[in-house]
Structure formats: structure tokens, C-alpha cells
């Protein structure tokens, strides 16, 4: 009998053959459920079995001793951060250095994406405590919330004041530059006030590619523990399926490259650039990430202790995968 799993994920366009039934299992019936902001806690969700999670959340959980969810290393959202960090088209700022003594707003201040971005800064020399922190909206579109999230420091992490739209700061110069997973409205545009801080970020991430080994991973799959218990070999059944989906999408875009003029041109360079296994889902493959990342949560304030590799994927640690190297080559 096959299983039907509720699955929210965001609207990742390689998650479409999985979503039209191109893709399909014995085992599992899966309802795509596309969302636009991230479910916060899929254990008590009641609509969902299993969905995209923030990596960041889920090691806070895991610190916090919660076991409701079960992660699998699965990264649904993995990318480079330097072309996050974006500053006003005049500005001075053009390395991740000069940043260093200035005033950087933030989105989120524990959000997956931000903590790699803050370690990328770090890599170039810049640590917390050698700038000043704002989290806010970023712009008059986006809700007022709480993004600090309990981790504010008066006279260096605090709230944007009046709760002003960031991209108003920057335009202004009363913020250097602003950390964003996704660009504002008109950012690509000719007349863009604004621009990347790193006018070739492609060579700075591959650079730092060459130094660590891996693509980030900000967004994870999570499933009900209460679920995994019933169906125990379900997580690995919708990993699976979730690489396969992509598997076909991406030999489509090979196929169908004219969605827009040089996707072509990018496909032939992820495809030079990266070892062929950079996104590969598994515990041994992604061991020195996902080592990193918790890293970088205990250094930055954002668990109490310094989680393992196997703290966070106790279920997980125990499957094979092609070992690699710092490099990403494998070993």
C-alpha cells in the first residue's frame, strides 16, 4: 500500500517533475503543498507530514533537546552568500574587507542564510564584533516582525530604528550595505540605485568553494518523528525522490535551454566549475558542511553548545555516501 506524505515545500522550480507526477514511487503518493514562507514547526502542523526546513531552526531545536522532527540531509536550498550582501551603486564598499567598522542591516538575524553570509564575512576578516548589526524589513513591502529573535545586543545588534525599510537606509548612506537571500524589486535593472558589494561574486564564491569543499546548505527536508516512526524507511524514500526530481529537471533544462537567452552559458559552468556531486544529499558528503555550519551557530551566539555532525542527524549517521575531501574531490 503506498503512503501519502504532505510535503510544503517553496515554489523550487525542480521540484516540477515531482510535482506533475513525472517522477513517482512505489512506496509514496506525495501532495506538494508550495508555500511562500517556511512552516515554523512541522511537528505541529497539522496539514503537512514533512516539509523545507531552516537549517539554522532545526540545530536549534536539535540544542534544545526537541526530537519531534526528524531532519535528513537533504538540502532542498543550498547557495553561495557573497552576492548576498548588497550596498548603494555609489558606495565605496567593493570588498567584503571594507566592511569592516561599518553598519550592515540584516533581514534576520538567525536565519540559515545570515549565519552563512556572517561566516563568509568572517572569512574575509570581518567578525561580529567589527561591525554594526540592524535587523529589519527590507523593504515597506515586507511585514513588521521580530528579527532579532532574542538575540539583540544594544550598541551592536539591534532593531532597524522606526522599523524603516533597509533599502531606504542604504539609498540614504545610514547603512553600508544589507544582507539579503533575495533581491529587491527593480535591483537588476539599468537605473538600480543599488549593487552587489563583490562586482564579481561568481569568482569569490568558487574561490571559496576551492577553500571549503562545499555549497552551503540553508534549507533542509524535515518529516513528523511520529511519522518516521510508523513508516521507518520513508525518509530515505523521499530523499530519493527529491534527487530525482531534480535528476530530470535538470537534464530538461540541458534539453530546453531557451527559458532564457545564456541559461545555457550558467548550466555549462556549474557543470565545469563544480565537482558533479555538489549537491548530492547524505550524511558523509555534506559531514564537513553540515560540521561548519554548526560551527558557525556556536560561535555566532546561536546554540549554546557546539552540536556534532551526528547531534543533528542521529538518524542519518550512519549511511554511506562518497566520501570527499576540503576540496570536493573525492577522497
Known sequence: MRITVRL????WDYYTPLALGDVTSDRLDVKVDRVGTLIGNVAADPHHDAAEMSFSRYASARASGETDVIGVPNFVMRGFRHRCIITAKNSPVTRLEHLAGKKIGVTGWRDSGNTWTRAALSHAGVGIEDAFWFAGRLT?????????????RPGRIEAVPGERP??????TGELDAVFT???????????SRFRHVLTDFRAEELAYFHEVGYVPGMHLLGLKASFVAEHPWLPEELSNLLDESQRVWLEKRRKYADTTPWIIDELGHVAR?????????GFAINEPMIA???????LQGLTPMLLSPAD???HHNDQTSTPTSRTGVPA
Open 140 to 152: 515597506e513591502a515586507h511585514p513588521i516582525t521580530d528579527r532579532l529573535d532574542g538575540f539583540g
Open 312 to 314: 543533528l542527524f542521529p
Open 273 to 281: 566549475d563544480l565537482p558533479a556531486h555538489w549537491n548530492n544529499s
Open 181 to 191: 537571500p533575495f533581491m529587491p524589486e527593480g535591483f537588476f535593472g539599468p537605473d
Open 8 to 11: 510544503a515545500v517553496r515554489d
Open 292 to 298: 561548519d555550519f554548526a560551527e558557525q551557530l556556536h
Open 166 to 171: 533597509m533599502m531606504q537606509l542604504l539609498e
